[in-house]
């Protein structure tokens, strides 16, 4: 299958710093991405989705701001917290497809993020 | 709100096959059956997906029932490695995945 890697799998951070956390489709071209994030023991929540050289789309209650996403070329898309909080701590997880009816979702492996 | 319904946990013998049930019944007719697992702390891993008729890859087997309304994913043989939780999700082609809490699958040596 489809592999995508994100980079770090792991952070740990200041409060009030910021955290860039970076994904890439590394055997295909991804005309869209997702953001995913996933507290303990809950289901993933889609944050974003992004197509490349467009405006993320949000979800509701995600705040734009807060969570920048870039999605600057067909394999590479980030997601930068900013200004991060200890209630932003979570394992952030994205996706990529690559077009076709239907589609697939293939995900990346996780970063995991504490915020201290 | 999710779409599908699945048992909370699951347990099965390492060598023996694992039938995952899942019950969609009210799916739409565009709409798309597919199965992720996620391991602990990882990503989650596709699996399998289908529409109508039944479908064979090299991990597992999706069986659709007629009337669609309900759908078993087959793990042939389990090994330990197969421990995860095991989601069910129906999606109309190239929409979001929608994730319910999906089946904790427990393979026992």
């Known amino acids: 299958g489809a592999v995508v890697s994100q980079h770090p799998s792991r952070v740990i951070c200041k409060s009030g710093t910021s955290v860039k956390i970076e994904c890439r489709s590394l055997?295909?071209?991804?005309?869209?991405m997702f953001w995913y994030r996933q507290f303990p023991k809950q289901s993933l929540m889609l944050m974003a989705t992004s197509n490349e050289g467009s405006k993320a789309t949000y979800e509701q209650g995600v705040e734009k701001d807060k969570f920048l996403i870039n999605h600057a070329s067909l394999t590479l898309s980030t997601l930068t917290v900013t200004s991060a909080h200890p209630e932003d701590s979570s394992f952030y997880i994205c996706?990529?497809?690559?077009?076709?009816?239907?589609?697939?979702?293939?995900f990346g492996p996780g970063t995991r993020l504490t915020v201290l | 709100d999710a779409k599908t319904t699945q048992p909370p946990s699951m347990d099965c013998a390492e060598g023996r096959a694992a039938n995952l049930p899942c019950n969609h019944s009210?799916?739409?007719?565009?709409?798309?059956v597919y199965w992720y697992r996620q391991i602990h702390s990882q990503g989650p891993q596709y699996i399998i997906h289908g529409l109508k008729n039944n479908e064979t890859n090299e991990m597992a087997s999706l069986i659709i029932t007629e009337d669609r309304k309900s759908s078993t994913l087959i793990l042939p043989h389990a090994t330990l490695r197969d421990t995860a939780v095991y989601y069910c999700?129906?999606?109309?082609?190239?929409?979001?995945?929608?994730w319910g809490a999906g089946t904790k699958l427990i393979i026992k040596p």
């Open positions: 996706s990529a497809e690559s077009g076709g009816t239907p589609d697939t979702q293939y």
């Open positions: 055997d295909f071209q991804a005309t869209t």
């Open positions: 009210t799916i739409s007719g565009n709409e798309y």
């Open positions: 999700i129906v999606r109309v082609a190239n929409y979001q995945l929608i």
